[in-house]
């Protein structure tokens, strides 16, 4: 039997708001355990929740960003559940009336475009965490989290493969990452996924019995749970048995899945509207102004830099990727009107700083201007391109410009023709054989000579300046 593999996948996505969706406190990763709780968080008799509206603006934004319906009439629900990080006893969510519906988002897989279909975007509160401490008898539970502001993006069932769904996850999260409305880390849980899989025989049109995936917070494990489910399900198939509906986790030590229980519907949560919580109604005028802060997209920009600046999908693609590069990159092109250029450099040599520094693009400690008259003393013929390369380390530690580098190191490229005369000359005295050879014929000998010249001025001789006399020289 051939088995077609079905997925969707829910992400939970954590808003960028400095407090949590229904009071106050704080939204900081990693501090004490409890030091950011109140009385609602804690789920004390009286506390009412109050909603966070900048949450809300999150929210449509990253809604009309995905082509979202956004509903002007929506509500919160209450999801009752007992678990030891849920004081209330249940959570806030939405159920009936979501705040965003039936939208799209474009992947691309194997060089081709195509659509996966946003089922729905919902606001929701965060649980808290249970700690399990090593070597002890009991679990500890830290509320700080409890009440962040989530934002849960369902997808319809339209995924087929592993490679898929990492395309689906990385765009999204680029998505939500330029809106600035999530900040992407998978390592702090600010971007969560739970693809949920199941297998039919191809060409059944009935969905099978689904699975869920939880506890993975890499596109790298998301990929390998999937592969190795995928496995499973079809050997269980192939022998006879029966998929149970059920949430597994990825055991990352044995490379495999297993059960953590079995898989609620809907009903079992007892859904009901929120007593302590109107309904949100928002007008067409305030979604408007929402649209008007929906930033430029990943897709949207890559194409633009295609066609505007002349640049390679492969190029434009990856200063796309993040949009503090690519705001970068255009600061830089504003001033220096060489894009590709540009994209070699913001690629290359400042990449590789931001990386082994592990700083953001946008708090490089070379600023575009800074770059940028590094790349006008090149072009300008003050130092050579190799100089340049060779400074910009220095430039992006030291805090120093790139012209007190190059004052300071002595290394302004020489291009006055009496000292090059003289040197070439000593390099065409001392080289016979390959000189012979060059008047021979043998042109590629000439960058022999030139390196010979390039070797002789400690690298300071203008190439071209070097290659023009030579020539001359040589006949």
Known sequence: MIYEVVIGVEVHAQLRTKSKLFCGCGTVFGLTANSQTCPLCLGLPGSLPVLNQAAVEMAVRAGLALNCTIAANNMFARKNYFYPDLPKGYQISQYEAPICEHGWIEIAVNESRRRVRIRRAHLEEDAGKSVHVAGTN???????????????????????????????????????????????????????????????????????????????????FVKDAIEYEIKRQTKVLSEGGTINQETRLWNLERGETVVMRSKEEAHDYRYFPDPDLVPLKLDKEWIDGCRKHVAELPVTRMRRFVSEFALSEYDAGVLTASKAVADY???????????????????????????????????????????????????????????????????????????????????????????????????????????????????????FLVGQVMKTSGGKANPGKVNELLKKKLG
Request: hydrophobic residues 35%; proline residues 5%; contains cysteine.
């Open 138 to 220: 009991g679990s500890r539970v830290d509320l700080n989290r409890a009440g962040t502001p989530l934002l849960e993006i369902v997808t319809e069932p339209d995924l087929r493969s592993s490679e898929e769904v990492v395309a689906y996850l990385k765009s999204l999260r680029d998505v939500l990452m330029y809106l600035e409305v999530c900040d992407g880390n998978m390592d702090e849980g600010s971007f969560r996924c739970e693809p949920n899989l199941s297998l039919r025989p191809l060409g059944q049109k009935e969905f099978g019995t689904k699975v869920e995936l939880k506890n993975i917070n890499s596109f790298k």
């Open 329 to 447: 990159f255009e600061a830089c092109v504003t001033l220096f009107n060489q894009p590709k250029t540009v994209s070699n450099w913001v690629m290359g040599e400042l990449t590789r700083e931001l990386n082994n520094s592990g700083t953001d693009a946008s708090a490089s400690p070379v600023a575009p201007e800074r770059l940028v008259s590094l790349l006008q003393l090149v072009e300008q013929g003050t130092i050579s391109l190799k100089v340049a390369r060779e400074i910009f380390p220095e430039v992006y530690s030291s805090g120093k410009t790139p012209e007190q580098i190059v004052q300071e190191k002595g290394l302004i490229q020489v291009s006055d023709e009496v000292a090059l005369d003289k040197i070439i000359g000593d390099v065409i005295e001392k080289n016979p054989t390959q000189v012979a050879q060059f008047k021979e014929g043998k042109q590629q000998v000439l960058g």
